[in-house]
């Protein structure tokens, strides 16, 4: 470069940082045809046809009541089995469970009869040069998305038409993909899973509770101050791979309640009842290399006894670890817009409500801020939406009807009448927050868009678990090692299976011990068929002793019901469970306590892990509904046939306009 | 193949060098590495499935 | 002392007043060329040019002098000594004027510091006010209480730190604006802060001053804004934590001291055949 050149540069850059040019925005929008029809999807999870009918006959949801008055409501047929994983599969790739592969939120390793994950696998480098105790990669790990199919923005693209994909489930990592889509519900924590809260405490007792979903630290206040750690990810540069962790401190006032709290580079101040807002992490793996998270602090109390919670770490958008994002630009985008945001795929801390960590209050507390993001983010597509798809969802809905169904249903076990008192309406309060989403979008709305407001699923109280394996247990198809043993262990480590016909895995699933497919497997091909016909109406014909009532509403044999290339990877059997009922909370990860059925006693007191006619979703639109009883993948079907694009043979729903 | 001396009590030397001919092993040494790694094995395992329920847990629909 | 810091402060102030309005990489862009023709003139009236020149050339002819004798080891081991003297010649040539730029650079980047380090705090952003405690004194027995002007919300009782003698509040910045903030001690004695808040939007230049210093020479020096705190108070000083102003270029967030030297000795290097300055 000529000296005049290396100047002109010089000066142009500078110019260009004083114009808050951004290298990365130039590439994000496509040059991509601009469609006269557009469909805006607002995508509320969980959302259920009687409670929302119930709200707008009441006067409560404006909103909803001017799109049913101007256009049309019907239940949606949701996905079998119907969790969120399975049926927003059902809407993305417009088939079901045969043609995407997702049959749960958890599937099985048929040779270690263990649980995974069934949404994503992560893969480290397989490729690695070891120096000492250090492992350096010399490939790069892959992250690969399970979920199998054509996703509809994926179809839509192929025709140039724009679309925004916000936070649909089952898309982590996102699908290749020049739309701008950003992943929600199956997208991890920095650990790599669902979710993991750390709790700092000087309670003793409390640092003895075996928790899901969270940590317990004991800490010791030593001259007022306190030192901690908060656990990061796994080192996989070091052959040793130890965890990673963040050193932190906490800084005491003698008298008053309040605390500051030192992380590496940033310092800030608590008092008691108050969260910090997100902070950013840097988990260091090896000089030059560290893993960038975000957490929220939130301090519960500082005397007598100090307690201290830290929310998962999530991915950071501005700099984030896995893939999040198409464009990889995109969360960077919004993280610049917006500051950190929550990334983590059910972003409320439901096991911290669970286990007491968090009380009602500050749990809804949380769950404002998920919503506050939300928000403001929706406002945000919503104002550049000028063409093509935009899909837009929420997942508090679906959140907070789990929580908080105790609360309305005074035949639930967990009913509590005082704090039905004070938060009896958390539900119906995010009813209006949705409806007041759904008033900017009916302003927003011009005659060419087409809305749609969706859920995947509806909801309704899950008052007694069902021990699957237990009941497969009673019934002679699954066999323990030691019979004194029952009820200790989980993940199946005292079963049998070598006498072991079928076991249950996941929320719905239950699978056969095939010969030639599980490691020990003692079915064979030709025992097949007859099996899973006895054992499915056998189940439907349970009848539990105490309620006096069938747990099991319907056992399909998924060969029946689903179609595509991928049903013979299904469990060979989906329940479908009746009102009240859904799997015990042990059983879905291979644990076989004493009783069949038991009463649910837990905080988390709605379900819709039942059988999908007990739990339609819904479906609302600005336009009549031809189809009787649209489906979710009828939906599908809809957006291609508004830009007529064939609907292709592979995918099951047909066109409701 | 790198090899690295421990040092064990007399007596379990004895104990091992009966058992690993009782046993038909070949020598007291393939006995002890056969012990070792068995251990080993079910250290791994175990870690693996702590791994597991530490992942899946999060998920509020299950304990 | 407060003289000199003020007279230093007000000269920057008319140096930088063009740039006021504009975003920081145009005052940047402005004070490196400025400090780039600084160097070449102090160079220039001080370095031995004559010198410098000659010594250059010997190092060309040495040069010359390996490539063409490649093949005889003595005199190319003979040339290389030469080149290692003549590079000695040529830094002892260098060191007067470095000498000299020293102590104007240290006072240009103290000034530069309050000017491209920091980022005014953002209306509803919060941070932590750091009151310092001279030794001797029992924190938890001193009445001590911060109130401000109304453009800052004191959000939090004072947190008393015994170790390290520190006193930390968090505030709320709320209206944008120049702020005082008020620390009263022992009830009868009163002591004040500067704080600036702006809206993040389009950045501006701004001079921001983090800390109020004690009245000693090093830490005046280093803090020249604002007047040291009096020696009478108990306290030592007084800190605001602003955000960071680091520079952003093609996704890059830098520091503004790298920008700085690199603009600075690109000018530097740019401009010395139109300022005729051999170096």
Known sequence: MKRRDFLKTAFLSGAIASAGWDPFRAFTNQGRRDTSQKILILGFDGVDPHLLETFIRQGKLPAFAKLWQEGDFKPLGTSIPPQSPVAWSNFITGTDPGGHAIFDFIHRDPQQYL??????????????????????????????????????????????????????????????????????????????????????????????????????????????????????????????????????????????????????????????????????????????????????????????????????????????????????????????????????????????????????????????????????????????????????????????????????????????????????????????????????????????????????????????????????????????????????????????????????????????????????????????????????????????????????????VTKDVYHGPYTHKAPEIIIGYNHGFRVSWTSPLGGIPKKIVEPNTEKWSGDHCMDPSVIPGILMTNRPIKHSSPHLYDLTASILKTYGIPIPPTMRGKPIF | MGKAKVKLDKDLVERIKKYAEISGYSSPEEFITHCLEKEIAKLEESDSEEEIKKKLKGLGYIS | MWAFNQAITWLFKIIFFPWEKLHPWWGMIYISLLTGLFMLWVFRLTSNQAGIKEVKQQIKAHLLEIRLFKDNMALTLKAQGRILLCNLKYISYSFKPMLVMILPLLLILIQLNFRFAYQPLAPGERTIVKVKVKPGFDLLQMPISLTSSPGIMVETPPLRIEEGGEIDWRIRAVQEGHHLLKIKINNDQEVEKEIFVAARGARKLSTLSPLRPPSNFIPSLLYPLEKPIPSDLPLQDIEVIYPSGNFHFLGLSLHWLIVYFLLAIAFGFGLKRIVGVEI
């Open chain 1, 115 to 556: 649980p995974t994950f069934s949404a994503s696998k992560t893969e480290e480098a397989k490729r690695t040069l070891n120096l000492g105790n250090l492992v350096l990669p010399l490939s790069g790990g892959e992250v690969t998305l399970l979920r199998q199919g054509k996703a509809f923005w994926q179809y839509l693209e192929e025709y140039d038409i724009p679309a925004t994909v916000f936070k649909i489930p089952s898309n982590y990592p996102p699908a290749p993909s020049k739309q701008r889509t950003i992943s929600g519900m199956g997208t991890p924590d920095i650990l790599g899973t669902y979710g993991i809260f750390n709790f700092y405490t000087t309670t003793a007792a409390e640092v003895q509770k075996d928790i899901g979903g969270g940590r317990i630290h004991n800490v010791y206040i030593i001259g007022n101050q306190i030192e901690a750690k908060l656990p990061g990810p796994i080192n996989s540069f070091k052959k040793d791979r130890p965890e990673t962790f963040v050193n932190f401190k906490v800084h005491i006032d003698p008298v008053h309640p309040v605390v500051k709290i030192s992380l590496p580079g940033e310092e800030f101040i608590l008092q008691e009842g108050e969260w910090s807002g997100w902070k950013r992490v840097e988990f260091p793996l090896i000089p030059t290399q560290s893993v960038s998270g975000i957490c929220m602090f939130y301090l519960k109390q500082v005397r007598p006894d100090f307690k201290l919670y830290v929310s998962p770490v999530n991915i950071d958008p501005a700099n984030p670890a896995l893939p999040i994002t198409t464009p990889s630009s995109y969360s960077k985008e919004l993280a610049e817009k917006f500051g950190p945001f929550f990334t983590k795929g059910l972003p409320a801390d439901t096991s911290a409500l669970d286990s007491d960590i968090l009380d009602e209050k500050e749990f809804l507390t949380q769950d404002d801020f998920i919503l506050a993001e939300r928000n403001a983010m929706f406002d945000y597509e919503l104002d550049r939406f000028e063409s093509g798809v935009l899909f837009y969802y929420v997942s508090s809905t679906d959140q907070r009807q789990h929580m908080f169904w105790r609360l309305i249903d005074k035949n639930h076990p967990s009913y509590e009448p005082k704090l039905a008192k004070e938060f009896g309406s958390a539900i119906e309060k995010i009813y209006t927050e949705v409806d007041k989403i759904l008033a900017k979008a009916l302003a927003k709305i011009d005659k060419n868009t087409t809305l749609i407001v969706m859920s995947d699923h509806g909801f309704c109280p899950f008052r007694y678990s069902f021990n699957l394996n237990t009941w497969l247990k009673e019934s002679g198809y699954l066999s323990l090692i030691n019979e004194w043993k029952q009820g200790q262990e989980d993940l199946f480590l005292n079963v049998d299976w070598h006498r072991t016909k079928a076991y249950a895995v996941g929320l719905n699933g239950l699978y056969l011990n095939l010969k030639g497919r599980e490691a020990e497997g003692i079915v064979t091909e030709r025992e097949k068929e007859a099996l899973m016909r006895e054992i499915a109406h056998k189940l439907e014909s349970y009848i539990d002793p105490t309620t006096g009532k069938r747990p099991i509403l319907r056992a399909y």
